[in-house]
């Protein structure tokens, strides 16, 4: 098993910049790939940014090219999300996943508001 803790959510105006954490603990080394999904009130939950285990392949979402970045810090167990030119409709809140042989695993999530 693997325990997902993200930090980073907060308020932000649009236009503005937040930089989303996870650190993942327990079985990481058999962690496959591992992303970042959101789910706004009402919406189903959606992949945002998504990254295999040590290496440079990722998906980004169409809503966030350009503006959002994912990157890993393998030393620290850690996945970041950065997000720039936030804009209202990236409201909702940020779960952090991994996959371990095609089981999921979610952090509790952290909620970014973007006002206008």
């Known amino acids: 098993q693997v325990q997902l803790v993200e930090s980073g959510g907060g308020s932000v105006q649009a236009g503005g910049s937040l930089r989303l954490s996870c650190v993942a603990s327990?079985?990481?080394?058999?962690?496959?790939?591992m992303g970042w999904f959101r789910q706004a009130p009402g919406k189903e939950r959606e992949a945002v940014v998504t990254i295999l285990t040590g290496s440079d392949y990722s998906y980004t979402a169409d809503s966030v090219k350009g503006r959002f970045a994912i990157s890993q810090e393998a030393a620290k167990n850690t996945l970041y999300l950065q997000m720039n030119s936030l804009k209202p409709e990236d409201t909702a809140m940020y779960y952090c996943t991994a996959n371990i042989d095609g089981s999921n695993y979610w952090g509790q999530g952290t909620q970014v508001t973007v006002s206008s």
């Open positions: 327990g079985y990481t080394h058999s962690i496959n790939f």
